[in-house]
């Protein structure tokens, strides 16, 4: 703690937006512990924050301002730290702080400022949070006393005074707080500074047109993620999703900084090098027909079966993000455990197995073990993911009864997330959708819908868009309904046969629920009391 004092030791801080995810509550905790005069401001009262405050209960000398914000408490501060959902251009509040002097951080930047940690980071629009997490556990399967933490998870100023270089650190960052970070290295003016977000790996995963009701176009939304890999160097890597049409601008953007990029694609080689450029697969992991992931470190080198085929986690898409997270995880092990004079041949024991007789040209290529991770560790690691099952509220299995199967995907809050979902499994699955309209095109959900064996919908805006757009394409639903206990009981009472049933709304949540969490929540709750 002796740097965060250093840093806030008698400072007049402004906690902007308290919150009830935990990020808030973090940073107050975390700047009351290291001396600082601390006032905590948030639009909601103290009953909607009941949970948070319970907790800031054990540090009296917090001020707090409730139910409005006053511009004193930003005009005398000599640090803000804003919450992420709050935006920063054009905020009276922030602006007056900054015309005061007053520097604006986040628990990020903070984090970013304090911790001694080798850093890796994730963002995209769907899949971070597996992605993050997959990645987190594959440095843990490898021996690494890994954290993780940011956008979905706990704020990394919980953990920051129990980094060291030794500990990597996963963050899964969101385009807002991307963002703020843009903001925050804007602010600082001196000749070294070169920007605080530098990890070691980054992971990009697909974009989509996500938040459109926040920001004014997808190139703006584009833009705040690219900070995730714009301050990488020559040392640094970034793995680029081929499959994403956005994919060779992260490459060709982070290529000219001088950045290793490794390519991952849930397809054939073939098929990914058609999609991308023809060099595509010098450094790469892709999906053999088999469902057994391979992977080529650096040009010249014999591919490897990096995951075999027993991976729990449903569906293509999650298995792409787990297998990206593994190939993240090597990289990190080969650089910081295994000199290159001792790195043993690479796991090629299947190199000439059925499943890369799938691909049009057997690996005939040298194996030069100084590009190639530990053989131990990928057999280690590929081990430890048989027994990985994902994570809450992304495709989650959690109940079966009377041969149904109940997946909560709650996480899923844009159509293309609903649509990967139903391409998830082989059987007929019986699809509940519908929420609150973030601006998204619903015309794909409307016509991938037609696969499911029935549809269920729950209200909301993006449910009144997406009615017209079934109709229109003959798919036939029950709903909507404006409760997820009417909705189950009229499921109950109409499914009959086996099956699989999918919560996967593909959209937010907020017209019924706090927060696509809370959805997730009461729709395993609500399962386990009307199918028991």
Request: hydrophobic letters at 40%; glycine letters at 6%.
């Amino acid at each position: 703690m002796e740097q965060a004092r250093a840093l806030l030791q008698g400072k007049t801080v402004t906690i902007m937006g308290l919150g009830v995810h935990g990020g808030g509550c973090a940073a107050a905790c975390f700047c009351a512990e290291a001396g600082a005069r601390l006032t905590v401001t948030d639009l909601r009262n103290a009953d909607a924050l009941t949970p948070s405050l319970k907790r800031l209960r054990a540090y009296p000398s917090i001020r707090f301002t409730l139910g409005e914000h006053r511009l004193e408490d930003f005009e005398n501060a000599h640090v803000v730290i804003k919450n992420p959902i709050v935006k920063g251009a054009h905020n009276i509040y922030l602006s007056a702080a900054q015309r005061a002097g007053a520097r604006i951080e986040t628990d990020i930047s903070l984090f970013l400022r304090l911790s001694p940690a080798p850093l890796l980071a994730v963002s995209g629009s769907k899949g971070k949070s597996s992605t993050a997490s997959a990645l987190c556990y594959s440095l843990r399967a490898l021996g690494f006393p890994a954290f993780l933490g940011g956008n979905s998870t706990v704020s990394p100023l919980e953990f920051v005074r129990h980094t060291t270089p030794a500990t990597p650190v996963v963050l899964e960052l969101s385009s807002w707080q991307l963002a703020d970070l843009r903001a925050v290295d804007a602010q600082d003016h001196t000749v070294h500074h070169a920007g605080l977000l530098r990890p070691e790996i980054a992971i990009m995963t697909p974009i989509m047109a996500d938040h459109q009701n926040w920001y004014a176009d997808m190139e703006s939304y584009v833009a705040d993620k690219q900070v995730l890999y714009a301050h990488q160097g020559t040392h640094d890597t970034l793995l680029c999703n081929a499959d994403d049409g956005w994919g060779p601008r992260f490459a060709c953007e982070a290529q000219k900084n001088g950045v290793r990029v490794f390519w991952y694609t849930a397809q054939s080689p073939e098929t990914a090098c058609r999609a991308c450029t023809p060099r595509l697969m010098e450094r790469a992991l892709w999906r053999a027909t088999d469902g057994t992931y391979w992977a080529r470190f650096a040009e010249g080198d014999r591919a490897c079966m990096l995951i075999p085929p027993q991976l729990h986690v449903p569906g293509r898409v999650l298995q792409t993000q787990v297998a990206s997270a593994a190939l993240a995880a090597l990289l990190f092990a080969q650089r910081h455990s295994l000199p290159p004079s001792s790195c043993p041949p690479c796991f090629c024991a299947h190199s000439h197995s059925p499943a890369y007789a799938n691909h049009a040209s057997p690996p005939d290529y040298a194996c030069p073990s100084a590009h190639s991770p530990f053989q131990e560790h990928t057999r280690r690691l590929a081990q430890a993911l048989e027994s990985y099952t994902g994570i809450e509220h992304r495709l989650e299995f959690f109940y079966e009864k009377g041969g149904l199967r109940f997946y909560n995907d709650s996480a899923s809050t844009v159509p293309e997330a609903t649509i990967a979902a139903l391409e998830a499994f082989d059987e007929s699955v019986v699809l509940i959708v519908g929420g609150t309209d973030k601006n998204a095109d619903y015309q794909p959900l409307a016509q991938a819908a037609a696969k499911a064996h029935a549809l269920y919908l729950l209200a909301g805006s993006a449910t009144a868009r997406l009615q017209p757009l079934l109709h229109a394409a003959q798919v036939p639903f029950y709903g909507p309904f404006t409760s997820l206990e009417v909705l189950l009981q009229d499921l109950r009472a109409r499914q009959k046969s086996p099956g699989v049933i999918v919560f996967s709304p593909g959209a937010a949540s907020f017209e019924l629920f706090a927060h696509e969490f809370e959805r997730g929540t009461t729709f395993k709750s609500q399962v386990r009391i009307i199918f028991e």
